[in-house]
Nanobody, 122 residues
Framework: HVQLVESGGGSVQAGGSLRLSCSVSGLTASANCLAWFRQAPGKEREAVAA????????IYTDSVRGRFTAFQGSSKNIFHLQMRDLKTEDTATYYC????????????????WGQGTQVTVS
């Protein structure tokens, strides 16, 4: 059973930066997809970014490409979402998820979620 815990959210002014972290446990394979999603009030959850620990390049939704970077931390059980040049439309609750590779961009295959961390950009 995969368990995920997000942290690092907060309030920031437009143009600022935040780094989100996700602690993941319960992964049994060596090659996994690690992903970030977000949900704004009144909207559906949307995919933000994903990458594969088996070496696949990160993928990003168009609205964050060039501003957000998803990467694995120094520990294999931690991964991050570095967010720069934040915009008000980035305001949302951010969730991390993880599952087996391949096809990290197959967003509907993600089934496990953390509790989320709130990001507010004003």
């Amino acid at each position: 059973h995969v368990q995920l815990v997000e942290s690092g959210g907060g309030s920031v002014q437009a143009g600022g930066s935040l780094r989100l972290s996700c602690s993941v446990s319960g992964l049994t394979a060596s090659a996994n997809c690690l992903a970030w999603f977000r949900q704004a009030p009144g909207k559906e959850r949307e995919a933000v970014a994903a990458f594969g620990t088996g070496g696949s390049a990160p993928i990003y939704t168009d609205s964050v490409r060039g501003r957000f970077t998803a990467f694995q931390g120094s520990s294999k059980n931690i991964f991050h979402l570095q967010m720069r040049d934040l915009k008000t439309e980035d305001t949302a609750t951010y969730y991390c998820s993880a599952r087996l590779q391949p096809s990290c961009g197959a967003w509907l295959r993600y089934k496990d979620w953390g509790q989320g961390t709130q990001v507010t950009v004003s």
